[in-house]
């Protein structure tokens, strides 16, 4: 792609609707608990494009070790130890918690260590929500905690499910102990920059075939149907309620306006990208769809309440095609394109 292509792929969509403006004009500290993942760096940058000059004194980040990190533009963000959260003074204070081990993890860890290092990361944040002020809690859980029951599910992805079910409930138990309010976001499929992880994604591995001049490869046997978000509306939708002091607890799960099939995923990622992109697949052999979908009705009244800006999937698309084609993403995506190609 030239640079003038690349440019012309529109800006990363920012913070909108209510929630956006209390958060601009209000009192609140926003402490940001795992920045440096796929969903900490695009909010970073969403809370730096909202915040301007006000960013550096209203958000504090924390992670598993003190880092610099970097987001797009060479805008530095200093990391501390999450030991260090106990350290904030108090103040009203919004906490994103997005520190997990994720699912991949628990397939490389013992499951007595995978659930030991969850609960001392979880544990270690709860401990300290009311000494340092907190008045609102965002959770990131997951579909996959629809897995945590189902016996014929990978170990590791009823492992995670269980965890994440545990977070739900010490979310939502923080919430009416204090009658603050908790925004959890059982996440299916997320796109936009930042996006990481490229070998479990199919969105990031349909834009790396793209961008390489691949075919786009779909391996899936049997229709496979996804409904994707923005991050920048998934956390406009968190930030209304963590900025709605009567909200109280409020899970949902995430939901675009549709469920998109793979091959319609392809092509979408094709146009994206100029439109002269082939799409290959794999012979269908299976009818039965593998139907990763949340369940959108409340996300979207959500949205509405909140008056949160909606963004298209085909916009999602081609911010996540702008910051991979920016060359982003580094140089391991075509390992890990691979890496994913072989489990499919």
């Excluded at 904030?88 to 260590?113: G, I, N, R, Y």
């Excluded at 905690?145 to 923080?174: C, F, H, M, N, P």
Aim: charged share 20%; glycine share 10%; with cysteine.
């Amino acid at each position: 792609m030239s640079g003038e292509t690349i440019a012309n792929l529109g800006a990363f969509p920012g913070l909108t609707g209510l929630g956006a403006a209390r958060l601009r004009d209000g009192p609140w500290r926003v402490a940001v608990v795992g920045a440096g993942g796929w969903l900490g760096l695009a909010t970073l940058e969403l809370l730096h494009r909202l915040l301007g000059d006000g960013f550096a004194d209203r958000v504090v980040c924390f992670g598993s070790s003190a880092r610099t990190l970097i987001l797009r533009g060479g805008v530095a963000v200093e990391q501390e130890s999450l030991a260090r959260l106990s350290r904030l003074s108090a103040a009203p204070t919004l906490v994103l918690h997005l520190a997990f081990l994720t699912q991949e993890k628990a397939k490389a860890m013992s499951e007595a260590d995978y659930v030991s290092a969850n609960r001392a990361i979880s544990g270690a944040m709860f401990a300290v929500l009311d000494e340092i002020g907190a008045e609102g809690l965002f959770v990131p859980s997951s579909g996959a905690v629809g897995l945590a029951g189902e016996a014929d599910a990978e170990a590791s992805k009823r492992l995670y499910g269980r965890l994440k079910l545990d977070e739900e409930g010490a979310a939502t138990a923080w919430a009416m102990r204090t009658g603050h309010p908790a925004a959890i976001a059982r996440v299916f499929n997320l796109a936009g920059p930042y996006i990481n992880k490229q070998s479990s994604y199919a969105l990031a591995c349909f834009i790396a075939d793209a961008l390489a001049h691949r075919p786009i490869e779909i391996r899936a046997t049997r229709p496979a149907l996804r409904s994707y978000v923005a991050i920048s509306e998934l956390m406009s939708v968190a930030f209304g309620v963590l900025t709605d002091r009567s909200a109280g607890p409020v899970l949902f799960d995430t939901a675009g306006e549709r469920a998109i099939e793979m091959a319609d995923i392809a092509r979408a990622v094709s146009q994206g990208i100029g439109g002269a992109h082939p799409v290959s697949r794999a012979p269908m052999t299976g009818a039965v769809a593998d139907s990763y979908v949340g369940d959108g009705r409340l996300y979207r009244a959500l949205r509405e309440r909140y008056e949160v800006v909606p963004v298209d999937f085909e916009t999602q698309v081609s911010e996540t095609v702008a910051f991979m084609a920016q060359g982003a993403v580094s140089s391991t995506i075509d390992q890990g394109v691979q890496e994913f190609r072989k489990r499919r």
